[in-house]
């Protein structure tokens, strides 16, 4: 969690337009990044929820999530969830106990054997 303590920054064209988004210790947690983004001169920006569809918002979204990519949580900016938790598919869940399965249990010899054992498993 040190790496994010820092924040990030957002250069523009002009000095100006720089912007500074910083960690907000007492909002996040182990599971949840919260950023609050100040401007050139460290005053608070608006909610970002309420700024436009722009490419420069998509720019700010972009260098958020490169500098938390290796974060598997959410990540939010003010009010705005950009990255939610990795979540494993379900071929993968499925896949992962299977192999668990024919790993923990060598000895099973029928395939209704199997069967069941993975329909128990996959129940709980």
């Given at each position: ?11 523009g064209n002009q000095p100006f337009m720089t912007e500074e988004w910083l960690y907000q210790k007492d909002k996040s947690n182990g599971d949840k990044l919260v950023f609050y983004g100040y401007d050139a001169n460290l005053c608070a920006m608006t ?78």
């Open positions: 969690m040190e790496k994010y303590n820092r924040g990030f920054t957002v250069n909610s970002f929820s309420s700024w436009p569809r722009t490419e420069w918002k998509a720019n700010v979204i972009n260098r958020a999530l490169e500098f938390t990519k290796d974060f598997d949580g959410e990540v939010w900016l003010d009010d705005v969830r950009i990255k939610t938790k990795k979540r494993l598919k379900a071929r993968q869940l499925i896949s992962q106990k299977t192999k668990s399965i024919k790993e923990s249990l060598p000895c099973l010899t029928t395939i209704k054997q199997c069967l069941t054992l993975i329909i128990i498993y996959l129940s709980t």
